[in-house]
């Protein structure tokens, strides 16, 4: 990885919450992606233009990756690849909330090298390099403790609870919720909440980033199988994601295996 692929990543978001606090939430214009993929604003593709201008105007040889842009097979052939979400959390952008996030990030031969997940319009900027710890707002910071999943406070979606996913019960978990994916992972790594998970399939721009800040907080994190995540997938998307300190990850992927049959 560059040394300084980080800095530029934190350039860029900054540049890009600029932009998009040129739009008012509720006022950008906005329609319905194609295939019920969800919303999109004017922001969004603002922001975008502006993240491949910078991005790969500095790295002209890297592939990309992006949630509003067209995806071709050119990226599989580079050696690193930008993944980007240019508003993770649109719908939140367009109701005029502030849990709406950029999301930035570079993988190599399919792991996160660097990676940047923004809330302008909360002040939060989480960073991390591959190997050298996370950060929020240039201060280190680390997963919780917490070993116990019973009482642990996780973020996830209601549908995550259905008793199909468990099949030795429902754990009695502290339920909570934030609509950017990105910002539920990097809420995790801060340690303010024990665990994160959704066990659908994810597109990678939502959870590239987040996952190596994760990582480098010193969480586990995996698909819904315990198997590791792995980016620049020909189809963008991976299974799932679960994420915890490693103690809490484990009881998290004992609880999801399905049970042996007899």
């Known amino acids: 990885m560059p040394a300084n692929d980080l800095d530029l990543l934190i350039d860029a978001a900054r540049a890009a919450g600029e932009v998009a606090a040129r739009f008012a939430g509720p006022e950008a214009k906005r329609w319905d992606k194609p295939g019920g993929l969800g919303p999109v604003t004017e922001a969004d593709m603002a922001v975008n233009t502006l993240l491949a201008a910078r991005l790969l105007g ?3 040889g890297y592939g990309w990756l992006s949630e509003e842009s067209e995806d071709t ?3 599989l052939d580079r050696e690193r690849v930008f993944i980007v979400d240019p508003i993770d959390g649109t719908r939140s952008f367009i109701e005029g909330s502030g849990t709406w996030a950029h999301a930035l990030a570079v993988a190599e031969a ?3 090298t660097a990676a940047v997940v923004y809330l302008p319009m909360r002040d939060k900027l989480y960073a991390a390099a591959l190997g050298q710890g996370a950060t929020l707002n240039a201060r280190p910071i680390r997963v919780s403790d917490r070993a116990d ?10 549908p995550n609870y259905a008793p199909r996913h468990w099949p030795r019960g429902v754990p009695e978990v502290k339920r909570a919720y934030r609509p950017s994916l990105a910002y539920r992972l990097s809420l995790v790594a801060e340690g303010r909440y024990d665990a994160m998970l959704t066990l659908r399939d994810s597109w990678e721009w939502d959870i590239a980033a987040g996952a190596l800040i994760l990582d480098e907080a010193g969480a586990r994190v995996s698909d819904r199988n315990a198997r590791p995540l792995r980016f620049n997938n020909p189809v963008p998307q991976v299974g799932g994601v679960v994420a915890a ?3 809490l990850h484990a009881a998290l992927a004992e609880a999801l295996a399905p049970e042996a049959s007899a």
């Open 73 to 75: 097979s050119a990226r």
């Open 149 to 158: 999943l019973d009482g642990a406070a996780v973020l996830a979606a209601k």
């Open 110 to 112: 399919g792991k996160i």
């Open 245 to 247: 300190n490693p103690l």
């Open 58 to 60: 500095a790295r002209p």
